[in-house]
């Protein structure tokens, strides 16, 4: 009678103590190496199979821990961007703690930020008319938008870098997370994976609430 191999698996699956009936088998019985041309016997190859799974194990570990060790670095260079906006006073101080920590803390060559209903003496830039329709786009942002440039107007902030630029990452800025958005932060890189549409933005959300947060307490 001809067996199929999920109904030999099934057997084995039913009758775990089928080797230890029969335990010359596993000695006799002959596979194919995972990593190779030889035949091994299945004691050997359930402990190739345990030494693989081991490694498997340990570079996830070595991932994890990079991971870890990655998000404690950004959590530091958040913390600092924090204290130094909690300092600042007027929103020249905010803009100039906000570039000097995008560059040097978090290697982010280019930004722009606009914000709204800020009063007409705020620095250059920062209070520079925005269209209805950049507005519109960034309240309808449930999050960041990383990628390609989620505000195309956005484009003419950058000046005679623009043309170079690849890769963007669009942050509204809502002073409390249900806040409706008072402002944009768009980051820039000449790298196009610097910023890319699947990269995890709980971070930069919480970079727009800190800036919007901020913003508000200058207003009040």
């Known amino acids: 009678m001809d067996m ?8 084995l699956t039913r009758h775990p103590n089928f ?14 190496h995972p990593h190779g041309t030889h035949a091994v016997s299945m004691s050997e190859r359930q402990l190739i199979a345990m030494r693989d799974k081991v490694r498997m194990l340990e570079n996830k570990l070595a991932e994890l ?8 670095g950004i959590s530091e260079k958040l913390h600092a961007l924090t204290l130094a ?8 101080d905010l803009v100039a703690a906000l570039a000097l920590h995008l560059r040097e803390g978090f ?14 003496d705020a620095p250059s830039g920062l209070a520079d008319p925005v269209s209805q329709a950049v507005r519109d786009s960034v309240a309808a942002m449930a999050q960041p938008v990383c990628g390609a440039l989620a505000v195309p107007e956005a484009d003419d902030w950058f000046g005679e870098v623009s043309p170079h630029l690849r890769a963007f990452a669009c942050i509204p800025l ?5 806040a409706a958005p008072i402002g944009l932060l768009v980051l820039a890189s000449e ?17 727009g609430q800190l800036i919007g947060a901020a913003l508000v307490r200058m207003q009040a």
């Open 174 to 178: 809502r002073p409390a997370p249900a």
């Open 107 to 120: 290697a982010v060559p280019h930004h722009a930020l606009r914000a709204w209903h800020l009063p007409a």
């Open 85 to 92: 906006l909690l300092a600042a006073r007027t929103p020249p």
């Open 19 to 32: 080797f230890n009936d029969f335990p010359t088998l596993l000695a006799e019985l002959h596979i194919p």
């Open 191 to 207: 790298e196009d994976k610097r910023f890319y549409p699947s990269m995890g933005t709980l971070y930069l959300e919480r970079l």
């Open 65 to 72: 821990i990079q991971f870890g060790e990655e998000n404690d």
């Open 4 to 11: 199929q191999a999920e109904h030999i698996a099934e057997f």
